[in-house]
């Protein structure tokens, strides 16, 4: 059974930074795209970013260019999010996933991805 469990989010003033992380078990990542996706409420979810099974490739919404970072370590079976300058906007539940297809492209489709994690609250302070 594939688990996903994120962690790292919280409350943060804006401008702030947080670090999210999501731990897998059940399937060895490094074989697969993996991305994070957020919820606001009220809203669809969203594409954050996304990076390649080998984290030679990523890709991100323009949105958060520059200021997000995605990267994997495939020895601890874990993908992060580093988020710097938040805002308030920013506020959602931030959700990892990883693709269905191994050795994939990165892609910014959330049919694409076939496990989800149960998602972490960041909340962005004014």
């Known amino acids: 059974q594939v688990q996903l469990v994120e962690s790292g989010g919280g409350l943060v003033q804006a401008g702030g930074s947080l670090r999210l992380s999501c731990a897998a078990s059940g399937r060895p990542l490094m074989i697969y795209v993996m991305g994070w996706f957020r919820q606001a409420p009220g809203q669809e979810r969203e594409f954050v970013a996304a990076i390649s099974w080998n984290g030679r490739t990523t890709g991100y919404t323009d949105s958060v260019k520059g200021r997000f970072t995605i990267s994997r370590d495939n020895a601890k079976n874990t993908v992060y999010l580093q988020m710097n300058g938040l805002k308030p906007e920013e506020t959602a539940v931030y959700y990892c996933?990883?693709?269905?297809?191994?050795?994939?492209?990165?892609?910014?489709?959330?049919?694409?991805?076939?496990?989800w994690g149960q998602g972490t609250q960041v909340t962005v302070s004014s």
């Open positions: 996933a990883s693709n269905r297809a191994a050795w994939g492209t990165i892609t910014r489709n959330e049919n694409d991805y076939e496990y």
